[in-house]
């Protein structure tokens, strides 16, 4: 059995559990997460979804005995972790993995930051490091120190068909010449989003509707705008603007829609998302409506 440990926030480490799965050919899998959207059919036709207790996450002992009882429960050969070389609390140093099969997804993360976790605890031993962007230096110099094989993989999305519902949406909106916001995260980084395209739209004296793609609750005023869809990128081909944070997942499928693509970048704990866009940045023409990078 294969356990891809997907612990963090949003949707992204989900969205990357698919993504590997996909790409690698790796059937069945087990994917342990906080995020009670992988209930959703999209995740569960491809996935077994095993959900963290939200209780347990202020608790790391409680947390640590209970993943310790998942693993001889399920009693894996292999564990993909994603992101965090040893877990987003360090739990992974505390962890029996003996006789296990360990393999990380490594992408581009505040290694100074999460080095405070990581840098101090044991680290599980990895067969192979699947590095999905460049890594922040110290980084990719660690985890060659940690794994038998590091190798570059360019991660490719599973088609995934439209419920009818979702269907009914995006028929909904084809025929119309519109804007995209594409978000996750919280509601204030979706509003925050809604007006840097408003923002676009007065410069530009633009009246083309605004859509939403989020599955968080916006007020009420926002409710004919926004569109309950997973994924999005159906719309993609056919949005005027699309405007989005500067997450890992969001930045690589809109990799070929740079031209009308407007990302915002977020402050998180560990993930960088300014050091992505400004990479991404640096390799499109100049725009004088994109957004200060300044944190």
């Known amino acids: ?37 992988i209930q959703q059919p999209a995740f569960t036709d491809r996935i077994q979804p095993l959900l963290v207790p939200p209780k347990l996450a202020a608790d790391k002992p409680v947390y640590l005995r209970w993943l310790q009882q998942q693993l001889e429960l399920w009693q894996p050969e292999q564990i993909i972790l994603d992101t965090f070389p040893v877990g987003i609390l360090g739990e992974w140093s505390d962890i029996s993995l003996a006789a296990i099969q360990v393999n990380h997804v490594a992408r581009y993360i505040k290694w100074p930051a999460y080095a405070r976790y990581a840098g101090c605890r044991e680290w599980p031993e990895f067969s192979i490091t699947w590095q999905v962007e460049s890594l922040h230096p110290q980084q990719q110099i660690a985890l060659c120190e940690h794994s038998s094989c590091v190798q570059s993989l360019r991660l490719e999305d599973p088609c995934i068909v439209p419920l009818r519902a979702e269907r009914r949406m995006i028929e909904g909106v084809k025929n119309t010449d519109f804007w995209l916001v594409v978000h996750s995260g919280a509601q204030d980084e979706i509003l925050a989003l809604v007006d840097y395209a408003e923002q676009h739209c007065r410069q530009i004296k633009c009246n083309l509707p605004i859509f939403i793609v989020t599955s968080t609750a916006l007020p009420k005023r926002f409710a004919a705008r926004v569109l309950a869809l997973y994924p999005a990128s159906p719309l993609f081909d056919v949005a005027e603007r699309i405007y989005s944070g500067g997450g890992f997942n969001v930045m690589r499928q809109l990799q070929h829609y740079a031209a009308k693509h407007y990302p915002m970048p977020f402050d998180r704990t560990f993930d960088d998302q300014y050091h992505r866009v400004a990479e991404w940045r640096n390799q499109q023409p100049l725009r004088k409506t994109d957004v200060s990078l300044d944190s």
């Open 1 to 37: 059995m294969l356990l891809y440990y997907a612990v963090g926030g949003g949707l992204g480490h989900i969205t990357r559990a698919l993504a590997v799965q996909h790409t690698l050919c790796l059937g069945s899998m087990v994917v342990m997460t906080a995020q009670t959207a």
